[in-house]
């Protein structure tokens, strides 16, 4: 069974978790959701570098174990590339494992989710002031992977239709 791995992507608080969940009921699917958010919200000190591989692997085991429920797609609820923009950001450089596997690990199609959507705090979230510079890592990541993407854009019910928009376009071409 082939099975089309559609990626939602892109900085903090664009609404990635709240969209890929419709996003898997409107098509009858599953969705994997964010590892990282589960394995922060479970730290005491500040992230490590061992972290970093830690919700790497566990991103990838989590696809792995939810890919055989899926139902024609698989959506996405962000990939382990943002494992590699963290590293980036906060030490310098990205784990070597991320490195190797990117190219090798692909999806079909993402969607990157615009910064138009108002910023919501949460204590996970890091930099309300660097959205317009993720949102550029963003776009080069993807042009780097020479990646599929549409930029999806619009508030609520609107943005909601213009993800199930691209990914219905996407799946017809």
Same mark, same amino acid.
């Given at each position: 069974?082939? $099975?089309?791995? *559609?990626?939602?992507? /892109?900085?903090?608080?664009?609404?990635?978790?709240? *969209?890929?969940?419709?996003?898997?009921? =409107?098509?009858?699917?599953?969705?994997?959701?964010?590892?990282?958010?589960?394995?922060?919200?479970? +730290?005491?000190?500040?992230?490590?570098?061992?972290?970093?591989?830690?919700?790497? &692997? /566990?991103?990838?085991?989590?696809?792995?174990?939810?890919?055989?429920?899926?139902?024609?797609?698989? *959506?996405?609820?962000?990939?382990?590339?943002?494992?590699?923009?963290?590293?980036?950001?906060?030490? /310098?450089?990205?784990?070597?494992?991320?490195?190797?596997?990117?190219?090798? =690990?692909?999806?079909?199609?993402? +969607? +990157?989710?615009? *910064?138009?959507?108002?910023?919501?705090?949460?204590?996970?979230?890091?930099?309300?002031?660097?959205?317009? =510079?993720?949102?550029?890592?963003?776009?080069?990541?993807?042009?780097? +992977?020479?990646?599929?993407?549409?930029? $999806?854009?619009?508030?609520?019910?609107? &943005?909601? &239709?213009?993800?199930?928009?691209? $990914?219905? =376009?996407?799946?017809?071409?």
């Amino acid at each position: 069974m082939n $099975i089309q791995k *559609i990626a939602i992507v /892109g900085p903090e608080s664009t609404g990635k978790s709240t *969209i890929s969940p419709m996003l898997a009921e =409107h098509y009858d699917t599953v969705w994997v959701p964010e590892y990282a958010r589960e394995y922060c919200e479970k +730290l005491t000190a500040p992230c490590t570098w061992e972290d970093e591989i830690n919700m790497f &692997r /566990g991103q990838l085991e989590l696809e792995k174990k939810l890919l055989p429920k899926a139902n024609k797609i698989l *959506i996405c609820d962000t990939t382990f590339i943002t494992v590699k923009i963290w590293s980036d950001q906060m030490f /310098g450089k990205a784990p070597q494992e991320v490195l190797d596997e990117l190219p090798k =690990h692909t999806y079909d199609f993402y +969607l +990157l989710m615009n *910064i138009d959507l108002p910023w919501e705090n949460d204590p996970l979230r890091d930099f309300p002031h660097l959205r317009e =510079h993720f949102m550029e890592v963003w776009h080069q990541e993807l042009q780097a +992977l020479g990646a599929k993407y549409e930029v $999806i854009s619009g508030t609520n019910a609107q &943005r909601f &239709r213009n993800a199930v928009k691209a $990914i219905d =376009h996407f799946l017809k071409s």
